[in-house]
């Protein structure tokens, strides 16, 4: 599944240039974009995405998986999917980037409470502050976070800051499998 998943990223959310060519949200130019969505959103790559993070948080002890949304947002909901699929349900949940100030006022929605032990994902991790914010979040509304997944690390340092906050902390893919996977579908297309 790995290995399909990792051709796919390549076909449908991976770019990557010899010289810096693509802005990140940090205003720093890259060799590398990553955009999973286009990935997520597709009906193979929530099955693949969904299978492999729900095998990578399995043994957590967590009721609920999410982060920030928009970016873990599809893979939460494709986990919660394979996770009932695999006789082990797990809820999916999503942290808000701005807080609801109306009705109860909280970060995180879904079928949660203060208490469940949980998993932090993101689609990407570079510098590692969206998981970062996500992870203080959840705590913040009486979550224990026992885990964070990361479907791609682009092995600029995120992985390193998010185990500073979630000492249990892995990557599904790196950067260098998405190179070589990229490299590959070049030569042969």
């Known amino acids: 599944m790995k290995n399909e998943l990792i051709a796919l990223l390549c076909r449908k959310s991976f770019k990557y240039s010899e010289t810096p060519a693509f802005k990140l949200v940090s205003g720093r130019m ?3 974009y990553v955009n999973c969505k286009p990935t997520t959103m597709s ?6 995405t969904g299978h492999l993070i729900f095998e990578a948080i399995r043994n957590s002890g967590a009721s609920a998986v999410g982060g920030l949304t928009f970016g873990a947002d599809p893979i939460a909901m494709a986990t919660a999917f394979a996770s009932e699929l695999k006789g082990q349900p797990v809820n999916a949940f999503s942290i808000r980037k701005t807080q609801k100030d109306h009705g109860i006022v909280k970060w995180v929605e879904g079928d949660i409470q203060p208490g469940e032990k949980v998993v932090v994902i993101d689609d990407v991790a570079t510098t590692g502050a969206s998981t ?6 959840a705590r ?14 682009r092995q600029e340092g995120g992985m390193d800051h998010i185990r500073a906050h ?3 902390a892995a990557a599904i893919i790196s950067r260098d499998e998405l190179v070589a996977g990229w490299k590959k579908t070049v030569r042969t297309s």
């Open 30 to 32: 890259s060799r590398f």
């Open 166 to 168: 979630v000492p249990e």
């Open 43 to 48: 009906p193979r790559g929530m099955f693949l």
């Open 140 to 153: 913040s509304e009486g979550l224990e976070v026992v885990r964070a997944v990361i479907l791609v690390d």
């Open 132 to 137: 970062i914010k996500a992870i203080e979040r």
